[in-house]
C-alpha cells in the first residue's frame, strides 16, 4: 500500500508523543513492505520518501495558526503535483489539527481517502487560546472539518474514543476505531549506568521522583510541584520539563520549583531536550516515574518508562488507566474533573493531597516499586509493540479503502 503520512513533526523536530508514534509508525508501515511517503513541516532530516513544507514567507509574523494553513496549503499542493506526476498516494493520514486540514484538503484534490489520528482535541484543550489567542478558534475550525470528513479518525485509546464522541457527536461510531500508541521495546530498555545521572545532579542509589514532559497546562506540572512538598526529605525531584507553552506558565513553574527548593534540596530541573539514551538513564534510576497529567489520550511517556522498568504514578484519567495497571505496573490517582474541557480537578487541593499521598506511598517502598517498574516493563513488550501498532493501522486504511469504493 502507497500512504502519505502528513505530520507536523518529523526529525529532528519531535517534541512530543505525536511525533514519536509518526516516525514509528512510519518506520513499522516500511519494515513491513508498505511504501510510504512523509510530508513534514519545515525542514526534517532528508530521506527517502521525505518532504518539507515551509511556511509560506508572505505570512511571516501573522497568527500562528494562519501559518500553519499556509503550510497546509503547501502540503496539498505537493500531494496533488506528485499524484500528476504518476506518484499518487492509495490513502493519506495525518496526525494533530496542525496536519489534518492538509490531509482534508490533498484528499479531496486528488481523491482519496482521509485517515486522521486524533491525539489530542481542541475541545479538550480550551487554555489554548492562552498560546494561540483568535487562532485557537481557527485550528478548532480546522480539527472540526477534517474530522467531519475524515473517512475514519483513529482514537489512541478507549477514553480518547470517548471524548472524541463527546466532542464530535456527528461522528458515525463505526468510523472512530481504537489504535494503542506503541514502544519500541529494544530502543527504551534500563541502563544502570551513571554518567548520565551524575552529570545532570541526580545521585545514584537515592530516592527519585521522575517526571519528563513538556511544560503544558494538561500535563498537570504545577499540580505535581506542590504535591512534592511532602515528600521524604532524602526523595530526589527530577524534571526533565521544557518547551513552555507560554510565558505565563513557564514564570507559574519557575516560581514553583524556587519554593520547592527553598524547602529541599534534590530538585533537578533540566529544560533542554535530552537524547533518548540520557532520558533511558534517568528513567532507569527512578524510584517511581510521574505522570500528573489533567488531559492525556494514551501517554506515551508512561510506556517509555515502562520498559526502562520504572514504575509509574498516573493520574486516572484519559487513556493512563489503559496503559498503568493499578497495583500492578504502577498506582493511579484518583481525580475529578470539571466538565468544562480543561480537564481542571473539581477540587485541586485534594487532588494534589491524593497525588502527594500516593507518591508517598510509592517511595516507601522500594522493592514493591521494582516489583511493579519490572511488571511494566513486560507489559510494554508484549502488548504495546510498533509491529501490532502498524497491523491494527492497516487494517483501518483497508476498510477506509473499502468504504471509498
Known amino acids: 500500500m502507497h500512504t502519505g503520512v502528513i505530520t507536523k513533526e518529523w526529525p529532528p523536530a519531535v517534541y512530543g508523543g505525536a511525533g514519536v508514534h509518526v516516525v514509528e509508525l512510519v518506520r513499522a508501515l516500511r519494515a513491513a513492505g508498505h511504501e510510504v511517503d512523509v510530508h513534514a513541516f519545515g525542514e526534517p532530516e532528508p530521506g527517502p520518501g521525505v518532504h518539507g513544507h515551509v511556511e509560506p514567507p508572505d505570512l511571516a509574523g501573522a497568527n500562528a495558526a494562519l501559518r500553519t494553513l499556509g503550510v497546509d496549503l503547501r502540503v496539498a499542493a505537493a500531494v496533488d503535483a506528485a499524484t500528476a506526476a504518476g506518484r499518487a498516494p492509495q490513502l493519506l493520514h495525518s496526525h494533530t489539527w496542525y496536519a489534518n486540514l492538509g490531509g482534508h484538503l490533498a484528499a479531496r484534490l486528488v481523491g482519496v481517502p482521509h485517515v486522521v489520528t486524533a491525539h489530542s482535541l481542541e475541545p479538550m484543550r480550551p487554555w489554548k487560546a492562552e498560546q494561540l489567542g483568535g487562532g485557537y478558534r481557527i485550528s478548532s475550525w480546522a ?25 464530535y457527536p456527528f461522528l458515525e461510531p463505526e468510523r472512530v476505531p481504537v489504535v494503542h500508541n506503541g514502544i519500541d521495546a529494544d530502543d527504551w530498555q534500563r541502563d544502570e549506568g551513571t554518567d548520565v545521572v551524575e552529570r545532570l545532579g541526580m545521585v545514584p542509589g537515592r530516592p527519585a521522583v521522575v517526571f519528563v514532559g513538556r511544560i503544558t497546562r494538561q500535563k498537570g506540572l504545577p499540580y505535581l510541584l506542590r504535591a512534592c512538598a511532602s515528600l521524604p526529605p532524602e526523595v530526589q525531584v527530577v524534571l526533565l520539563a521544557g518547551a513552555p507553552d507560554t510565558p505565563e506558565i513557564a514564570a507559574e513553574v519557575r516560581g514553583l520549583v524556587d519554593t520547592l527548593r527553598e524547602g529541599r534540596d534534590g530538585v533537578v530541573w533540566v529544560e533542554q531536550m535530552l537524547p533518548r539514551p540520557d532520558v533511558c538513564q534517568v528513567l532507569s534510576h527512578a524510584t517511581v516515574f510521574v ?21 509509574v504514578v498516573g493520574t486516572a484519567t484519559g487513556g493512563i488507566p489503559e496503559v498503568v495497571d493499578d497495583g500492578r505496573t504502577g498506582w493511579l490517582v484518583p481525580i475529578e474533573q470539571v466538565g468544562d474541557g480543561t480537564g481542571t480537578p473539581v477540587d485541586p487541593d485534594r487532588f494534589v493531597a491524593d497525588l502527594a499521598r500516593t507518591l508517598v506511598d510509592a517511595v516507601a517502598d522500594p522493592a514493591e516499586a521494582r516489583r511493579r517498574g519490572a511488571a511494566g516493563r513486560e507489559r510494554a513488550v508484549a502488548e504495546f509493540s510498533w509491529h501490532t501498532v502498524a497491523e491494527r493501522t492497516v487494517a483501518v486504511y483497508e476498510e477506509a479503502l473499502s468504504r471509498a469504493g
Open 291 to 311: 505522570c500528573p497529567s489533567v488531559y492525556e489520550p494514551l501517554g506515551i511517556v508512561n510506556l517509555e518508562a515502562m520498559a526502562c522498568g520504572a514504575a
Open 143 to 167: 480539527e472540526e472539518t477534517a474530522y467531519r470528513h475524515a473517512d475514519a479518525v483513529i482514537a489512541v485509546s478507549a477514553g480518547m474514543r470517548a471524548d472524541i464522541l463527546a466532542s
